[in-house]
């Protein structure tokens, strides 16, 4: 069974069609594209949570898995749940305001975002220490998909000459495709003071970035800055950058790039 959920439907349709599914079996919900698989419908609020923007119980919908989340409580949620399991799945059933502070998610992630075309708006990721971004690294098995970042800010202050700030990943080793980027990465300094490098996708890949962009500010005080990715030993294709990057360079001669300050592999 099919159950097309969408904001067409006034309440008392919901609750006529919790009413007539109540008790039964092997639904499948379908929200905005997602498909949501699940063992049982049992209360109204199941089918509340499923297509409202964050008004279910903690704005997510836990299925076998992973998490589809509709509010930035939903995300919350699904870190907590990657941080202990990390191929925990994550599907983004609407645009999600976020606008707070995060922390990057420090693991190395083998399961799939999937932002199903919608974004994560006003992410604010700050940091003294080594490294900044979304999420640590993207591990061999890891997908991330048709996600967007907008609005946010990435920001790494200098503690060493090592390091940086990167948006969705600081070392990618899987497969990031069809996401992009507006909002602003930079490593803030003065001249001589070796901030760290900068990038509106990945700092390090050795997966594959495909059909990606940037339109972000891409700013690094004294190391490179690099509109999709800092440093290239895997496979770049069928990207593109459109935001201004800078950077004053270091010794080895590396100064900005549109798409990588440092390349060893392929691009497309």
């Known amino acids: 069974t099919l159950l097309m959920i969408n904001d067409q439907l006034t309440d008392a349709q919901q609750t006529a069609i919790a009413t007539a599914l109540t008790g039964k ?94 974004s994560i708006v006003g992410l604010n990721c700050s940091t003294t220490s080594r490294k900044t971004a979304f999420v640590n690294t993207l ?40 996401c992009y980027n507006t909002s602003s990465c930079t490593c803030p300094g003065g001249e001589n003071e070796y901030s760290g490098y ?17 339109a972000g500010t891409i700013s690094a005080a004294y190391d490179p800055g690099s509109g999709i990715n800092r440093y290239n030993k895997g496979v770049i294709s069928c990207c593109y950058n459109t935001g201004e990057v800078s950077g004053y360079g270091v010794s080895g001669g590396y100064v900005v790039a549109a798409i990588t300050s440092a390349n060893y592999a392929t691009i497309n």
């Open 139 to 178: 591990g061999s098995e890891g997908v991330i998909k048709h996600l967007g970042m907008v609005g946010g800010s990435f920001s790494r202050s200098r503690s060493s000459s090592a390091g940086g700030s990167a948006v969705f990943l600081w070392v990618n080793e899987g497969i990031i495709m069809g």
């Open 25 to 118: 079996s092997d639904i499948a919900l379908v929200m905005g594209g997602v498909t949501a698989p699940t063992t049982a419908i049992t209360e109204l609020a199941d089918i509340d949570l499923a297509y409202k923007n964050g008004t279910g119980e903690n704005g997510h919908v836990v299925v076998a898995d992973g998490y589809i989340v509709t509010s930035k409580a939903g995300l919350d949620a699904w870190r907590t749940a990657a941080t202990s399991d990390v191929s925990t799945n994550l599907t983004l059933a609407c645009d999600i305001e976020y606008n707070a502070n995060w922390s990057m998610l420090d693991i190395t992630y083998n399961g799939t975002i999937d932002g199903n075309g919608y």
């Open 198 to 214: 900068a990038s509106g996708i990945s700092n390090s890949n050795y997966g594959k970035i495909i059909a990606c962009y940037n």
